[in-house]
């Protein structure tokens, strides 16, 4: 055997060796890992401990520094130490998770299965409005036909749709990418910047979306909570403690489902501060703006680089079933996300792209302002319930929270379905909430009114 | 302080010590790592050595199950160690790599720029066929509109376009999943079921976009090589061998693109077999099945649970544009994939699916007999060039193997593309065929005959 292949073999067995070794550390620290579990239990405290991570992770950083080894890389075998860490840490605590959270789409599978067997449903648990899409939309869908575009796309979309969705924001076509609906677009952002065991933070309540996409990738989402009492408002200070060196982007959405929160100017510039002073993506799902009853300013209006914009057709246009909507970013960004386009779609139906194109010459003040006057229908008669809620300044829902002693929100909503109402449960909007439910305003006034009818009832009911 | 408080610190400390001794050690594997791979560099041989992965691999998992470790934990901190060491062994070879892939979907986007500026191109490059999709699915489309059916619909597709689906087939309708594409019906399938560090067996050349969702998650993808010697039949023997305990899945694609092969039955049920004696998902893209010129068997027939069967109206009804398939999988692996297309997409663009379901309804045998007849056309040109190849026994391509030295396909179809054809490089299907091309029969026969005229000219020039 040559020298060389005499030295490989050497090699081979140290580093098997160090294999073993390093198994058999980690194996100390899940041991380690669980005794603390043990103590935090009985101590009544939470698994997660955000110092006690963010120091752990600052060591980790400087020890990759002092011995020249890839700072990622370290932080990624942390990251995979420290869930494993916290999965033996839940083990023993209750299983509380484990029931499988209802969101307003289960509860829309839910009641569509009822009304297949016959019985009559009031949706207020979608957001989907009733009124119709654009004639121009229906115009453009058969023309493509008729013209024969039906074929593969520029995987960011038809250059004329780019060009008009480029114009309307002010932005360069480079800036603008084409996606399956808005959540394509929040699912190619999310996927393509944050790494397994990266963090998220998102601001709750929530649409679940973006810790979806973040559970997808093996990221770590990280809740701010805000709360009805703060008028829905989230605290900087409190999202600041948040950030750690593991966080990469933060999500927001206003205006705001479930609650209709806009946020004020000032919170706002602070928020996109924390994010430029900390290098953070700032993912803005602005597919409600259309909907706003006071003042909305995008996040693109703040001129920050790493700011991911996302809209839709969906709500301005009543176009869900189009499933189209797009995302404004640097072209950076957006080279990033067509990556992810073309790996899971290659492209946006190029009919539904033609019916987009139409769709942006149509007006939807009409819609706006029927939304509008539902939204103050709706809460006019929430209000003589007793529930409390903020006023929605946007979006199309109204987020009460329930008295107490009524139960939860799933038992409510589930008794609700029973008798042929269907809302959203409040914790499909983070599992803190489950005290409250999110009623859509998607529905005619006559619709609604035999929905809530149903509901006082049953609050009633239970009190 | 409490003693249980005191308790934690201590633990803590411990811990933190720890986590220290496994980065150490972590850094001194990466250092004989390197050292490995500075030997195998002079000796010429290559980074991976999957039967010393495996070995190593056999040891963690018996070490785990000694210390009574999670085997699944143990495994995935290895796989990224494992890569690791590769991405540093790799680091002083030659960036071969690094050099973006050309792909055919690359070619094609650079072709249509060109186009833009004005200059003809004949597109030999994608697999898009130029004949029209069937009448009922534009009426469909227009009528879907008008009868405002664009609503979200359930996540794994349109109750009737599943019955119809599940009827073709002969399954169960919660054994069917519509999706954008058979693309995100490849995309769902890896990505809810080879987790990151996993491994998917590809046999090249093949569509990339089995190793694209490979890599997407994080997962390997392992090839098996098929060679024009010996008419692209995989070797059953060596696809057994490069099976791992981290093998999840194999990935089949027959008809083959770009090949155009079809498996005799005999390989396939020992492929099947494989499959079946090591637990493996079978992932069978079909989406060429009906541009089959000799018998062909879906994977479907064999009666294997873990299969999952993709398929498209986008070859055998020139739907390529409307971005529709589906996947005919078992209601688990279906459930699975449904979750992934909650996430990303909440479901496929309603107008789409009534068009599908419509579509479903064509006769394709006009199309299939076209695209025979220009096969034959375009192995009778290629004949009379320098060119060897198998004619392809299905799918819509020759793939053809340049004469020796005359350059590597990326510059051959460069040159091509000034003169105004477009064809795909073969290393765009696996990236040791950089000696082969693929030429699609999309187009009329007058087309071809300008584009492989302007390839026989290119091809003699250089000999």
Known sequence: MASREKELDALRIQIRALTSDILEKVHERMALAEQIGEIKNKL??????????????LMVIKQAERVGMSKEF??????????ESEAVQEKNRLQKDKVTRQTHLGIFQKAKQLEALGKHIVHLEVGEPDYDAPEQAGIALAESFKQKKYHYTDTRGLPPLRAAIAKKWKVHEDEVIVTPGGRFAVFAAITSIVRPGEELISIEPAWPAYRECADFV???CKVLRTTLDRDWTPDPKELESLITTGTKMIALNYPNNPTGKILDKKTMERIVGLARDHGLYLL????????SFKPFESVNLYGYDRSIIVSSFSKTYAMTGFRVGYAIANSESVKKMAKVQ????????????HAALAALDADPSENVALMKKRLHFLSDRIRKMPLRFVEPEGAMYVYPQLPD??????HLVESLLDRGVAIAPGSGFGESYNQFVRISACRTEEEMAEGL?????EVRKRQ
């Open 44 to 57: 009544g405290i939470d698994v997660k401990d955000e110092k006690v991570e963010h120091e752990i992770r």
């Open 74 to 83: 370290a932080l990624r075998l942390l990251n995979i130490l420290l869930s």
């Open 218 to 220: 093996g990221a770590r």
């Open 284 to 291: 803005s799902d602005e597919v409600y703006s259309d909907y």
């Open 342 to 353: 073309a790996v899971g779609v290659t492209s946006v139906a190029e009919p539904i792209q």
């Open 405 to 410: 002693g009524i139960g939860d929100d799933i």
């Open 453 to 457: 009818a149903i509901l006082e009832s």
